[in-house]
């Protein structure tokens, strides 16, 4: 049986479309893919992302422990601060993606995917018990105890502050006073709610994380302070176009247990010289070594059908480029070319129009610039690597300045 958000009762008066998404039923679009894509790259979009994970780490050890099993480098948060960061299995392989906030001076909330959380409890007990952590460590998951929203896009912060008007318990007045990667609480009658200003979308936002009981009342209370903000209630489609967009790994696409932070790009939030760490060993050889494959992201040269995840990626062979600038030839298709991979996540991009997608292809043909085949309904259509983001903002900006 699927398991339900404290909003499912909203989403049906909405008239959204649900799909079963890592056991729990989700709106996947109400207006619109597209629309709400829109809304939240323009003005604001509104989504139910309860089903994500709450795990609480607390007690004099949690820092330390966190930092045994957490690829980042939690030395660096204080109360009121948060960072992305990886859970890795001995192997180096990525048990999980996740955020992680410090919310009291020995206190961190872990969001998790909703798909792991189950998992990734287990690992922690596990690793704690390695460790023999005792009394100075309590592991807490409370995902049925919360509720989570996300508010994305340019217009949320016109309008946010009106919906928590109270003084946050950390360290901020409001909202708005919240700097990207920190999170404070504040007020919502009797109890707490958390605020952050993170986001999975490339906009600004916050992600609010709030008792179950009170997220129908939370959700109502934004719709009404972003109506002339232009604000939409959006899906899960709209959410993956948006990160795609960005290039944002998603666990089971980019990233599982056999893969690991080097071969995704994510070396950035592993930490190396912060200590031991699981998978540390693992990862440095690899670092040494270097990965013997990597992520790309590509756009498609043609605006044809789509990229889609699993359709079979093809390398396009440098001799074969040179017999035909040379020899003016036609090789057909099969001739000196071979499937390296495939496809992990793709699509349209709403913004641009473009083919985009990213995917898993030996090191020696994951040069920037560099052509790919992506196999398409039976066609092998050109695709160039590129950098990401796929948008951005700023260079869409510039160039309606020229017009």
């Not at 008007?165 to 950390?170: A, E, F, K, N, Q």
Request: a neutral charge; glycine letters at 12%; hydrophobic letters at 40%.
């Amino acid at each position: 049986m699927l398991k339900h958000t404290p909003l499912q009762s909203i989403h049906a008066a909405l008239g959204a479309r649900m799909v079963d998404f890592g056991g729990w039923s989700m709106p996947l679009q109400y207006e619109g893919i597209l629309q709400e894509h829109k809304a939240v790259r323009e003005a604001a979009g509104l989504f139910d992302i309860s089903h994500m994970g709450e795990l609480f780490v607390s007690g004099p050890r949690a820092k330390g422990f966190l930092n045994t099993v957490l690829t980042n480098d939690l030395a660096r948060l204080e109360p009121g601060h948060a960072q992305y960061t990886l859970m890795c299995n001995e192997r180096g392989g990525v048990v999980d993606d996740l955020y992680v906030y410090c919310v009291g001076a020995e206190t961190y909330l872990l969001i998790v995917n909703a798909a792991r959380a189950e998992a990734d409890m287990a690992w922690l007990r596990y690793r704690a018990a390695e460790a023999a952590e005792g009394r100075s460590l309590v592991l807490g998951e409370h995902s049925d105890d919360y509720g989570a929203l996300a508010v994305q896009g340019p217009s949320v912060a016109g309008f946010l502050d009106r919906v928590f008007p109270s003084h946050g318990l950390i360290a901020h007045d409001k909202p708005t006073d919240l700097a990207k990667n920190r999170i404070d609480a504040f007020p919502w009658g009797k109890k707490e709610v958390f605020v952050a200003r993170t986001g999975y979308t490339g906009e600004d936002g916050f992600e609010i994380v709030a008792p179950a009981e009170s997220v129908v009342e939370i959700w109502n209370a934004v719709l009404e302070a972003g109506e002339h903000s232009g604000i939409h209630p959006a899906g899960l489609g709209a959410r993956d176009t948006l990160r795609l967009e960005m290039g944002y790994p998603l666990y089971g696409n980019e990233l599982d247990l056999a893969t690991t932070p080097l071969e995704a790009g994510l070396g950035w939030c592993v930490k190396m010289d912060k200590g031991p760490f699981c998978g540390r060993v693992a990862l440095s050889e690899q670092k040494q070594m270097r990965p013997p494959r990597k992520c790309v992201a590509f756009k498609m040269t043609e605006r044809k059908a789509p990229p889609r995840p699993g359709y079979p990626i093809w390398s396009l062979d440098k001799d074969e480029a040179e017999m035909k600038s040379k020899e003016g030839e036609t090789i057909s298709l099969g001739q000196m070319r071979a499937m390296i991979g495939h496809v992990s996540s793709g699509g349209i991009s709403p913004s641009t129009g473009d083919g985009i997608g990213m995917g898993y292809v030996p090191r020696r043909f994951a040069k920037q610039g560099g052509v790919l085949l992506i196999e398409v309904r039976g066609q092998q259509l050109p695709a160039q690597i590129v950098r990401k983001p796929f948008y951005n903002k700023a260079d869409k900006s510039a160039a309606k300045g020229k017009d």
